[in-house]
């Protein structure tokens, strides 16, 4: 039986429909995405410090703002503290 060839996206070899492509393509190690999933890595890490940061800044803000009104320098004072503030500035190192 012939071997039959094919080019597929640049790249040349047996054809998979045939009993022999099927063959060598099962024979083939699989390999990790190792790019793939450090991208996917370093998104999840680069997002998950946005939200730490913009949770930082706004408690920060709150809280500056609480201030001012009890020393009677703003005219409407901002909601109660939130549950999440203490926290929020915590974690975040830069505020």
């Known amino acids: 039986m012939a071997t039959t060839s094919r080019q597929i996206g640049g ?3 047996i054809s998979p429909a ?3 492509g099927m063959n060598e393509a099962l024979a083939r ?3 990790m995405p190792w ?3 450090g991208l996917v890595g ?3 890490a680069f997002s998950l410090a946005l939200v730490v ?4 800044w706004g408690a920060a803000d709150r809280a500056s703002a609480r201030s001012l009104t009890a020393t009677g320098q703003q005219v409407s004072p901002p909601s109660d503290k939130g549950w999440w503030e203490d926290g929020a500035r915590w974690v975040c ?3």
Not at 53 to 56: H, I, L, S
């Open 11 to 13: 790249i040349s070899g």
């Open 18 to 20: 045939t009993p022999e």
């Open 29 to 31: 190690p699989l390999r």
């Open 35 to 37: 790019l793939g999933l």
């Open 42 to 44: 370093a998104s999840v």
């Open 53 to 56: 940061f913009f949770a930082g």
């Open 93 to 95: 190192p830069l505020h």
